[in-house]
DNA sequence: TTATAAATATGACCGTGGTCAATATTTATA
DNA sequence: TATAAATATTGACCACGGTCATATTTATAA
């Protein structure tokens, strides 16, 4: 029973994420308006709500996808054979994750997907990136007495209470990678530390 | 050369903040506005914005004073013995957290200090409820190769975690306490697990 | 007491995200 | 090809957080 999904209506939308994202790329995630999108693409404000439930669904389908190219990178990469190359990998990703505080607050917003039926688009990102960190961790030289998955969501954890506490002015003398890298000696090589 | 804070200041600013609790007590604090408080404390609504910065601000005082009377509980206890103990002693803090969105919201977007000079008070309950735990985790039966801070931190970051993941439609099958276990377990006692 | 300066309060106004009934366009049907 | 139904677009309008020049109150000094 679906049927009639206009070309036009494909167009409009593909128009209207090209010209925020030309937008953005001159000014930035955080001064991106509803109103300068529509006025570039060319068409009423309406249409812009018509398309997308609200500003936050266009930010979501954006940064969503330049973290699934990070992903893709990281995808290829050969598994992390210890705790520096893991931080080293995932650094990329987590410098776009911090490049605006308005980006890593669109970002903490719809990690969890809301409560919505469906899980946007930054939700699957970090599903993605959980089930990443997962197999490099099965295959990797790595704690085994905790599911991989667990040990994954704890590495998600960890990354984003770095950037958190990044943008915070009591902690941010320790750099983010010096505190990832205190963290993720503790959480996947038990053993080792001390 | 500080002077000259009027009385009628603080009865201005404590007014605000009733009305800010009745309001929040009767509707919940997603529901709160700024044009309501400022009518029931019959006041302006430019007075609001000379005494807080913004609506944040205020929400800020509010629910970081509900926490700091969580963290009161909590420094009344005895150090926890296991992690089904830690658990308990934080769920009541856990559920005020996640009882609405926009609280979680909220304190997550402080949580970090944002960018600011000052240390707001959500960011300082955090700070406090690391020490907190740091206190406990020295006291108690848990792994003494890496400094409390950081398991302290680490403890902070499973619990946000866990909240998130319970707002997440694809992962909120696994309850929230049962999946901390899992984190604290591997976290705090690497070598009694398996 | 009165003049003066500093602190506080006011409310009309603005920016921006979001709504919705009306209109226009496309597609399906006769 | 005419007409009805479905779909997309429009823009005036609203909600709500936040601003700022002006007015009012309070503290200080003569």
Redesign the pocket.
Known sequence: MK???????L???AKLIESAWKIISSKGYGA?????V?QDA????????????????LMEIIIGSKIDTHLDALERQTPPENTDDFIRYLQPLMLFMTSERYVFDVILRHSGAAAKEEIGPIAQTFDRQVRVLAQWLSDGPYRKDVPAMILAEGIQAFAIQCMALHFCAINNELPIQKRMKLYLDAWLCPQNVS
Chains 1, 2 share one sequence.
């Open positions: 049927k009639a999904v206009q070309k036009r209506t167009a409009t939308r991106l308006r509803v109103e300068e529509v060319a068409v009423a404000k309406g249409t812009f709500f018509a398309h997308f439930p609200d500003k936050d669904a």
